[in-house]
């Protein structure tokens, strides 16, 4: 079946320390987002990439890395710089940047020791 | 900047009765999308309907329709003949149909109303 797929679920990080989040999808589409969700808010924009190689900042970008090596995959790293990263994570995907449909994973949950 | 209001946090409503739920947009784009998500407890995000905004019909996908005031700049969700499977987060959402120079072509998401369906 065709999907995104999110790993780990649950992810904790200790101060200082940075941490990726995998984000995979075999939908082949060109479009991935990352997305934070906050108790009580929708979701924020990370960053988002149109094409493999090419990403760009949202809107709370800062703290935050990633890459786009593969079609299938956009990595999410959180650094040590990002002073708040206690939220849930949400990775979506659409087949490319004019598309209207956006498909969500099921999400990783962060927390900080 | 868009912005989407979502003024009821939360509401609740009887098994097999009708709810609506409000969403209110601020946008000075003349073409744009609509869309409702819903967040149940697994946490992942599934669409429930979208609206294009120079369609002046309303969509409607089985139980769910919605009533789109564009000159009010309104977007309610009305969810028929409720089921206890409809209990979740709802989410309204706003997108550009073109990506603006230095910005991204993102969703601006309002803050979510917990409906609550009642046996």
């Known amino acids: 079946d065709g999907g995104i797929t999110q790993s780990p679920k649950y992810l904790f990080r200790k101060e200082g320390q940075n941490v990726t989040l995998s984000c995979e999808q075999n939908l082949n589409h060109d479009a991935m987002y990352w997305y934070r969700q906050d108790p009580g808010q929708g979701l924020r924009l990370i960053y988002y990439s149109q094409i493999v190689n090419d990403f760009q900042k949202g809107d709370i970008a800062e703290g935050y890395s990633v890459s786009r090596e593969k079609k299938e995959s956009f990595p999410l790293t959180v650094t040590s710089a990002q002073k708040n990263p206690t939220a849930f994570y949400l990775c979506?995907?659409?087949?490319?940047?004019?598309?209207?449909?956006?498909?969500f994973g099921s999400g990783t949950q962060l927390s900080v020791l | 900047a868009q912005t989407v209001t979502q003024s009821q946090p939360e509401m609740s409503v009887q098994e097999a009765e009708t709810v609506t739920l409000s969403c209110t947009y601020d946008?000075?784009?003349?073409?744009?999308?609509l869309f409702w998500y819903k967040q149940p407890p697994s946490r992942q995000m599934i669409l429930v309907i979208r609206q294009e905004a120079y369609k002046q019909q309303n969509a409607t996908e089985n139980r769910f329709s919605v009533n789109f005031q564009k000159a009010a700049k309104s977007f309610s969700l009305k969810i028929s003949d409720s089921q206890l499977g409809d209990a979740a987060m709802y989410f309204c959402?706003?997108?550009?149909?073109?990506?603006?120079?230095?910005?991204?072509?993102?969703?601006?998401f309002g803050s979510g109303t917990q409906l609550t369906v009642l046996p």
């Open positions: 959402a706003y997108r550009s149909p073109f990506i603006s120079s230095g910005s991204a072509r993102q969703l601006t």
């Open positions: 979506a995907s659409s087949i490319d940047s004019r598309d209207e449909k956006l498909f």
């Open positions: 946008t000075s784009e003349s073409d744009y999308y």
